[in-house]
């Protein structure tokens, strides 16, 4: 509820529309204060988005400087963050020409938990790529084999340093807030 002149407004609902806001329409959120609900995430918690089975969104910049995005299997080993792919892919080829990145990843139970990372490939390499497609295939998909691969993709993994980590999570027991039924 708004009191006297406090021009803060507590956003309880999302509404997708069409057609930009009225100049009176504002919801602040005051700078370092998170809203209700919203925490930041710690390293730990971002190491947990790589424990789970939760898919990462890679984009790569493509020759002509436009994003290519890719859905892929990863895991975050120390501070470095490990992506498999074949030799011959448009990710690895993106990687070894502009080595930016950035990730996205949303837990599958909760999207509303969710971490965005800008960073650098400082490495790509074969050593170890097999036994490492085998580690990914048994974390998602429960067996400790792609049946997927072609024979003759080599595999190369390919090594992440973040730079920057934007991270939010909302508790479960906020949702009802974008379906309230007595905010329009």
């Keep these: 509820m708004q ?19 009225l100049e009176t329409e504002r919801y602040v959120t005051p700078p370092n204060e998170p809203v209700a609900g ?18 990462v969104f890679l984009s790569t910049l493509s020759k002509d400087g436009s994003p290519h995005v890719t859905p892929v299997w990863a895991e975050m080993v120390d501070d470095l963050i ?8 448009a ?11 950035a990730l996205s990843v949303v837990e599958q139970n909760n999207p509303f938990n969710m971490v965005s990372i800008k960073g650098k490939v400082i490495g790509q390499t074969t050593e170890g790529a ?9 974390k998602y998909l429960g067996i400790g084999k792609y049946y997927y691969r072609k024979p003759n993709h080599k595999r190369i993994i390919i090594k992440i340093h973040p730079e920057k980590i934007m991270g939010l999570s909302i508790h479960p027991a906020f949702y009802f807030l974008a379906y309230s039924p007595w905010t329009k």
């Design 38 to 55: 919203v925490t930041q995430l710690n390293k730990d918690e971002v190491h947990q988005f790589f424990n789970g089975r939760n898919l």
């Design 130 to 138: 097999d036994e490492h497609l085998k580690r990914l295939a048994k």
């Design 3 to 21: 009191q006297g002149n406090d021009s803060r407004r507590i956003i309880t609902s999302v509404e997708v529309v069409d057609v930009p806001p």
């Design 91 to 101: 990710k690895n080829k993106h990687v070894t020409k502009d080595k930016r990145i």
């Design 82 to 89: 490990l992506i498999n792919t074949f030799e011959t892919s």
